[in-house]
């Protein structure tokens, strides 16, 4: 059986940069610029010794809308396989989500996309009927850091997500489960 691995950089360095009126004793840019550290997590996360495990193939695709929505069901996810031209499904049941990706494309409809549970056997990405309206051009990235995963595990009733939007509409998306 294939191991499964997840490297995962999150982070924000925010750099202020004054102008010549606000920091009139300053002669340079470079002396009117503030850079902060910000904040910048970084995880290698794998099968047998990271806290959290990925005990599953990292489902990683690119979807396009077909319809007005389309339902990713988590029993039986495509994931990659070798040859390439090979096709497997993966059933997350029991598996936690450790790590989700979500990237709309600049292109996209700018009424955006909504991830939500779907409305039968709908699996909680943000929250107990919650959903997220992601914009075109915009990414959303959560992922467990240093700990297990919190998240409820994929079961028969808790295991779909809905992504719907405009006829045409793409969406990466990568979501990695364990425990």
Excluded: W
Excluded at 49 to 55: A, D, G, L, R, W
């Amino acid at each position: 059986m294939s191991a499964h691995k997840l490297g995962v950089i999150a982070g924000l360095s925010p750099t202020e940069i004054f102008t010549a009126v606000e920091m009139p004793q300053a002669s340079t840019e470079s002396e009117r610029t503030i850079k902060t550290t910000g904040t910048k997590l970084q995880a290698d996360l794998d099968d047998t010794s990271s806290n959290p495990k990925i005990e599953k193939p990292v489902y990683n695709q690119q979807i396009t809308l077909a319809g007005a929505s389309q339902t990713l069901d988590l029993t039986a996810l495509p994931v990659a396989a070798m040859p390439p031209a090979a096709t497997r499904t993966v059933d997350m049941t029991g598996k936690r989500l450790i790590a989700c990706f979500f990237h709309a494309a600049a292109a996209n409809d700018s009424g955006g996309m909504t991830l939500k549970a779907a409305a039968a056997n709908g699996y909680d990405l943000f929250g107990n009927g919650k959903e997220y309206l992601i914009l075109p051009g915009e990414v959303v990235c959560a992922f467990f850091y240093q700990q297990p995963s919190a998240r409820d595990p994929v079961a028969g009733a808790d295991k779909d997500i809905d992504i719907a939007g405009t006829i045409g509409d793409v969406i990466d998306v990568v979501l990695a489960f364990g425990t």
